[in-house]
T-cell receptor, first 114, second 113 residues
Framework: GAVVSQHPSWVICKSGTSVKIECRSLDFQATTMFWYRQFPKQSLMLMATSNEGSKATYEQGVEKDKFLINHASLTLSTLTVTSAHPEDSSFYIC??????????FGAGSRLTVL | GENVEQHPSTLSVQEGDSAVIKCTYSDSASNYFPWYKQELGKGPQLIIDIRSNVGEKKDQRIAVTLNKTAKHFSLHITETQPEDSAVYFCAASPPSNTGKLIFGQGTTLQVKP
């Protein structure tokens, strides 16, 4: 079946640094990928839609200059959290849709900012 | 935009009993309604889904019902087992078919042995 892989699965960084999270579709091409954020014991909130070869579409309230998204190929989207602060600590999850099939989620990346 | 409400937030049942989780959505144009199971520290896993042209779908111990008129859908788990314990999320997808999902708040299901 379709697999979406995220890396790293967890990362700890110092406040003020930037962190990059990768999302790969392993056995299919994805022109569109989605980035979600999930705080502890809360639901998944859509942050942005990543579009291959064009700019990402951000949801209301999400700072595009802080959460940089790049979708340079049909199998890779990256989310960079710039100048991270403790309030950015969260579980970041990406997803992609392999053709007409259902949306497939990655295993998530847990970010902890000290 | 679409808004999805999910109830209850927590549910505790005895092993073997049934569990029901309910969701309502606001956008009558939404046409796809998946349910996901999320275990601690992992990404959501699809367990069942239903499209707007179907009223009910069943897969072994899991079933989903959809009432388009009332704009609500429900997850039914029968003969619950301890391994069913997890957080369950419903979601609704607008008709653009790009894969965008709006999630409910989640239900923490605990199945007691």
């Amino acid at each position: 079946g379709a697999v979406v892989s995220q890396h790293p699965s967890w990362v700890i960084c110092k406040s003020g640094t930037s962190v990059k999270i990768e999302c790969r579709s392993l056995d299919f091409q994805a022109t569109t990928m989605f980035w979600y954020r999930q705080f502890p014991k809360q639901s998944l909130m859509l942050m942005a839609t990543s579009n291959e070869g064009s700019k990402a579409t951000y949801e209301q309230g999400v700072e595009k200059d802080k959460f940089l998204i790049n979708h340079a190929s049909l199998t890779l989207s990256t989310l960079t959290v710039t100048s991270a602060h403790p309030e950015d600590s969260s579980f970041y999850i990406c997803s992609a849709k392999p053709g007409a099939n259902v949306l497939t989620f990655g295993a998530g990346s847990r970010l902890t900012v000290l | 935009g679409e808004n999805v409400e999910q109830h209850p937030s927590t549910l505790s049942v005895q092993e073997g009993d049934s569990a029901v989780i309910k969701c309502t959505y606001s956008d009558s144009a939404s046409n796809y309604f998946p349910w996901y199971k999320q275990e601690l520290g992992k990404g959501p896993q699809l367990i069942i889904d239903i499209r707007s042209n179907v009223g009910e779908k069943k897969d072994q111990r899991i079933a989903v019902t959809l009432n388009k008129t009332a704009k609500h859908f429900s997850l039914h788990i029968t003969e619950t087992q301890p391994e069913d314990s997890a957080v369950y999320f419903c979601a609704a997808s607008p008709p653009s078919n790009t894969g965008k999902l709006i999630f409910g708040q989640g239900t923490t299901l605990q199945v007691k042995p």
